[in-house]
């Protein structure tokens, strides 16, 4: 069966410290993979997604990038991070094409002080 | 531009009581819909899609939902709340012919009343 996993699960951080959060999947080949950030009491902004090894899109300017290094392996990451930057992480997965639902980790929670 | 609306931030129904989650959405061709849960803390879980199958679908921990065309609408209910409901409760939508994009509704806090 196919697994998400997302780390760290919880992250302080000061301002202007880099950000690294890992997401890897397993169980599926090639899947699509997006980075999701939820600001307390908010919904879900789309962060990145990805359909390919190197391929990223980005949905929204900002702070933060993402990265593609290995098929089931998604990174967002910062060079310097901002206090707006922190959220709620959350990374997820779907089998390319068809009907197929997204499936997402169990999220990371930053705080940037 | 497709878009999902959910109706009420926040709804509390008493134990026992019927559960109705409003969602809408906007498009010009139906979408794949879904609707999923979160608890504090955790990620996201799915409860049910639509797929343009059946139009009622059935889902898990007894909720449900009903596609309406004429309505654009995709709502979530269930007969009887429990405690456990109690939770973040999001609407989606991806359009069928664009694959990638998943549209996320603002999400209707649900709290259970004993």
């Known amino acids: 069966s196919q697994t998400i996993h997302q780390w760290p699960a919880t992250l302080v951080q000061p301002v202007g410290s880099p950000l690294s959060l890992e997401c890897t999947v397993e169980?599926?080949?090639?899947?699509?993979l997006y980075w999701y950030r939820q600001a307390a009491g908010r919904g879900l902004q789309l962060l990145f997604y990805s359909v390919g090894i190197g391929q990223i899109s980005s949905e929204v300017p900002q702070n933060l990038s993402a990265s593609r290094p290995q098929d089931r392996q998604f990174i967002l990451s910062s060079k310097k991070l901002l206090l707006s930057d922190s959220g709620f992480y959350l990374c997820a997965w779907r089998l390319a094409g068809g009907t197929g639902e997204l499936f997402f980790g169990e999220g990371s929670r930053l705080t940037v002080l | 531009a497709q878009s999902v609306t959910q109706l009420g931030s926040h709804v509390s129904v008493s134990e026992g009581a019927l559960v109705l989650l409003r969602c809408n959405y906007s498009s010009s061709v139906p979408p794949y819909l879904f609707w999923y849960v979160q608890y504090p803390n955790q990620g996201l879980q799915l409860l049910l899609k639509?797929?343009?199958?059946?139009?009622l679908v059935k889902g898990i921990n007894g909720f449900e939902a009903e596609f309406k065309k004429s309505e654009t609408s995709f709502h979530l209910t269930k007969p009887s709340a429990h405690m456990s409901d109690a939770a973040e409760y999001f609407c989606?939508?991806?359009?069928?012919?664009?694959?990638?994009?998943?549209?996320f509704g603002t999400g209707t806090s649900l709290t259970v009343i004993p």
């Open positions: 989606a939508a991806r359009l069928s012919n664009t694959g990638n994009q998943f549209y």
């Open positions: 639509y797929t343009s199958a059946a139009t």
């Open positions: 169980g599926t080949s090639n899947p699509n």
